[in-house]
């Protein structure tokens, strides 16, 4: 039995789960109905997600929608919304998405209670949250039971490679591209043969007309609304780990790839004599799919002033847990002062300006000629990598949250602050590797992170 | 009046001059007529060169060639070729190139007396020097009065670009490519014409059948001898200083380009926070023609080793004067160890190769995978500069003479051993500037090199 079956033995909700699941789940939805008809209100509730598609694994949560008529204005729709689902839910919170929605738990299971509009078709939609219950009948119209359970491996195999997720900053996939992945092949296998023989970009379904609006590296349309590429979401490494994965798991190596990874904390960065830095900000209080492409941006710009700089940036990590936290790894922390510059060919019409614009210049040396080639040796304005960054960062925008921080950036050297050396995002940088199991444990460890 | 007007004027050989070096050719060519016919030998002194063409500049000297017949061994040649030139020649000595030949002066006038046989055309050619009379000849019946004064502006021009001369290790333009270029373009005008308006490879005759089977950025085809490219000895880089040159001087820009150049020696190479090695060994005692190529490929074999380690050098610069001198500024002298080792795209069937290779060694960190690429860091064998060439050197071939130095190379650094900043090839590498006119000032800074 390969690894993924033995996960998927391990991770499947069982019998009893679902029922309890069941049970809570109808109590709720009964309850709520039974208020909507008190109350005179035109809603019905709906049990969309995971559990309700039957492609949830252990320990997941219940999603609870709520369908009002297209009568009731948004602030109505939002105030009887977080009523209704107030008095479902014990320890309710309020959470803020594109609407706000009662998030809490009922008998130990996360339950999330999220008003929409009823809806026929996605032209109709008012937010996004109104096309859930489409995407639900659709899958439950369309998976077979063994395709269900096909939805479940191919869960497993990208949480996994931790690319699971509907969560922007995971850059993964979310459930809902799961199960529109295995409708489409088929089968988890064919999932697999198919990722692993396609090269670059993935266009599903192939030569889609709408494909051509999209720009990323992974475009599924979205069989309930032609304008949406439901993996939008998908990164091109998100892309390139599955690709690689299926490559490797039809080759024999699934035991190899899904076995947990041995050395973990034994890698020393001062091994490396690089230069390492955490550039740290603080983290506003907004969600992760708002902090996380901000730092990631943050994170591009500081690799282009390094790159720029001379300082040859080798690779990055990012953490927001509590911080936003960008670690950079560059060959050096020193540059020379003389950069040579290269200019045009001899053969260029051009190569006259070049050559009486040097030469009138306070040069380090030059101009001169190698091959057919200008170049004048030029100085740098910065050599220190603190100043370089700390000089040109206030011209770049790195988001709308995180501008206002860019003058408060601190820049750690966790080689010499050996308390960093502990930090998240150092332990993230040193364990990249692929593939890595470590991730997938127990159902303790999971964080289903389902698309509703 | 332009630069190389005022240039020709003060260069170009008074009426006086090139009568008294008539009159010391006449006496010399008929002393050597004489012998020949009192000890019956059958061969005859002619004149060659520039002076017999008149396209000398001021202080050259005068070739005389001996034409013997084709009876006569090369022991023979060589053995009466060397008597006769003694006994015309004060100060004689015999100096070697394919041919032994006579050098000494006659009334302070530097004179060469050359031994070859007599040929009709170049496909009867013993050894290349038998080929000379045929070029003068070839120039003298095909150039006029005012075409031989532009083969003395092209002169100067290729003078003060440092780019003239025939001897292999200046890379540079033979007075006969001069006088080839001046009869197949027409003109100095046309000349620089041309190559400013020139692009890439240069082939004379364009279109040249022959041209295919030479390899050098510029072919000339011989008009003495079609299997010939008389510009073989021009290097790219000289080229491009005569292309770049061309241009300046149609584009107004010839003040400019002739003045000379304000900033040498207030160059600082401590200045340029690099790392700079002088590699030196042994000068073995042979022609600069047979040092020089040797030399300049040591330098490429250093600085492919360099580039190779991490090192990143920048530019070099090659002295023969009494050591190899090779100079090289790398950015650094010390590389970190971590490297990052890029491999295949995950959509290459060879991805999984990768991966499981660098999964089961001791690397310093993943592999990982950024964009669509897999990438492992790795340790280096060598971190630093002096180590990681010693180590590597033996591998590679330097040429026949400098191979047996290979384990003898002592690597300088001029920043901290004071005195190795005077040497000559940190001078050069400071000075390397284009354009620079510091070679011509005068007369007795010209070394003609003519070719004979």
Same mark, same amino acid.
């Given at each position: ?68 008529? =297209? ?81 479940? =491996? ?36 064919? $999932? ?6 396609? =090269? ?16 990323? +590296? ?69 969600? +992760?799919?708002? $902090? ?25 990590? $990012? ?16 540059? +020379? ?38 170049? %004048? ?36 050297? +966790?080689?010499?602050? =050996? ?5 998240? %995002? ?27």
């Amino acid at each position: 039995m390969n690894s993924i079956e033995k996960l998927l033995e391990k991770l499947k909700p069982s019998w009893e789960e679902q029922e309890r699941y069941g049970h809570i789940a109808s109590k709720i939805v009964e309850s709520l109905q039974n208020q909507c008809r008190e109350r005179g209100i035109d809603a019905d509730p709906v049990l969309v997600g995971s559990f309700a598609k039957d492609t949830n694994l252990r320990g997941g949560d219940l999603d609870i929608f709520i369908r009002f008529s =297209r009568s009731y204005s948004t602030t109505e729709l939002e105030k009887l919304g977080l009523e209704l689902g107030r008095s479902v839910v014990r320890n309710s919170r309020a959470r803020y998405a594109e609407h706000p929605y009662i998030s809490g738990t009922v008998e130990g299971v996360k339950i999330d209670v999220v008003p929409c509009y009823r809806i026929d078709k996605s032209s109709e939609m008012v937010s996004s949250v109104d096309r859930t219950p489409l995407h639900t009948k659709y899958v439950n119209s369309h998976l077979s039971e063994e395709q269900k359970d096909d939805v479940r =491996r191919l869960k497993l195999l990208l949480k996994s490679l931790d690319v699971y997720g509907s969560e922007i900053y995971r850059n993964g996939f979310s459930g809902y591209v799961c199960e529109l992945l295995i409708d489409m092949y088929g089968s988890y296998h064919e $999932v697999l043969r198919s990722f692993s023989e396609a =090269r670059g970009r993935i266009v599903i379904p192939a030569g889609s007309p709408s494909a051509s609006r999209f720009t990323s +590296p992974m475009v599924l349309i979205d069989p309930c609304d032609d304008d949406r590429n439901a993996a939008a979401s998908v990164s091109l490494e998100s892309l390139s780990k599955l690709k690689m994965a299926a490559r490797l798991m039809l080759n024999g190596y699934d035991e190899v790839m899904l076995q947990k990874t041995h050395r973990v904390n034994d890698l020393d960065p001062g091994s490396r004599q690089t230069a390492f830095r955490i550039f740290r900000m603080p983290r506003p209080d907004l969600v +992760p799919d708002t $902090v996380y492409p901000q730092a990631t941006k943050f994170r591009d710009v500081v690799m282009s002033i390094l790159r720029e700089g001379g300082f040859l940036p080798i690779s990055s990590a $990012v953490d927001i847990t509590t911080n936003i936290d960008v670690l950079i790894e560059c060959e050096r922390d020193v540059v +020379p002062r003389v950069i040579q510059h290269r200019g045009p060919s001899v053969d260029m019409p051009n190569s006259i300006d070049f050559l009486m614009k040097w030469r009138e210049r306070n040069v380090l040396r030059g101009p001169y000629i190698i091959g057919d080639r200008l170049y %004048v040796d030029i100085g740098r304005d910065c050599t220190v990598l603190e100043e370089c960054v700390m000089k040109s960062i206030g011209k770049y925008d790195i988001g709308k949250n995180l501008n206002q921080y860019r003058g408060e950036i601190r820049i750690l050297d +966790p080689l010499k602050d =050996r308390e960093q050396l502990s930090s998240k %995002v150092v332990e993230l940088f040193m364990n990249e590797r692929f593939p890595t199991s470590a991730k997938i444990e127990g159902v303790d460890h999971l964080s289903t992170g389902e698309d509703l």
